[in-house]
């Protein structure tokens, strides 16, 4: 019976590229709205991160819905904002793709590419994205269990990519008055058998914004490296998500 593997990065230590997110930094806040929409929706945000000292600036350019009729972003055009807004000020910049053939242009346009909850299993683009050495936020599925999370980060890390960050943004369970349940357990797990930084997304594991204060405190404690929040200049107008994203002045006052 053929033995299984060890993973790779047990007991060792990896670090992303120290000018992309270096886990021996700060906490870190990963902000910006659920979608970009438009040039003057992301200036509104990065004016407020750079204000606030926020390195990292996040915008979805293809989103994965659950309906098909659903906004599904604006695709290339918003990746070549978040360029320009990274540019212009100085930000690092995270965004999703879906599909492997997505990974070349996302090495020109994006400073961190994300892999969503949905993709956590796409094994075709984790293997793609491991053959780059370009920094990869990996999301766990909301299904997946801690194991398959960490295997998922092995299809990236054996490929010879070990910039890889973390993200634990909530797990399905019946509880139905947050949006997923967030498993702060994950974290600590995280950070005892690896040494690959970790972030949680407090807005989608959460769906809610009144309770976001006390949670992040949470997952500070067990030792969470930064988290993800979306925030958009009106969430009225939003064109995904606007139910849990923070306005500016809500995300000014956690920040503080």
């Known amino acids: 019976m053929r033995k299984e593997k060890k993973l790779i990065f047990n007991n060792t230590r990896f670090k992303t590229i120290p000018e992309i997110f270096d886990i021996d930094d700060k906490f870190s806040i990963i902000a910006g709205p659920c979608a970009v929409e438009s040039l003057n929706q992301m200036e509104q945000v990065a004016k407020v991160l750079v204000g606030n000292k926020i390195r990292f600036i996040r915008g979805g350019a293809y989103k994965p819905r659950t309906s098909p ?4 972003g604006i695709g290339v ?3 070549k904002i978040l360029d320009f807004i990274r540019k212009e000020y100085k930000l690092l910049t995270v965004s999703e793709i879906l599909d492997p053939r997505d990974v070349e242009i996302a ?3 994006v400073d961190i ?3 969503g909850s949905r993709n956590m299993m796409n094994y075709s683009l984790l293997k793609e994205i491991g053959l780059t050495n370009h920094p990869v936020l990996l999301k766990r599925g909301i ?3 801690i194991s398959e999370f960490l295997l998922s980060a092995e299809y990236i890390v054996s490929g010879g990519n070990k910039n890889v960050i973390m993200c634990e943004r909530g797990i399905r369970t019946f509880e139905n008055r947050t949006r997923n349940t967030l498993d702060i357990s994950c974290i600590a797990i995280i950070k ?3 040494s690959l930084p970790i972030i949680a997304d407090l807005s989608h594991s959460l769906g809610c914004r009144d309770v976001i204060k006390p949670v992040l405190n949470a997952v500070k404690a067990c030792g ?3 988290v993800m929040l979306e925030v958009c200049p009106d969430r ?3 064109l995904s998500d606007s139910k849990q994203q923070l306005n500016l002045n809500e995300f000014i006052e956690i920040v503080k």
């Open 236 to 238: 009225t107008q939003a």
């Open 143 to 145: 299904m997946s269990t």
């Open 107 to 109: 090495l020109e346009y």
């Open 113 to 115: 590419i994300q892999v």
């Open 192 to 194: 005892q058998e690896t």
């Open 69 to 72: 009729y659903d906004f599904q």
């Open 77 to 79: 055009e918003g990746l």
């Open 224 to 226: 969470a490296d930064g």
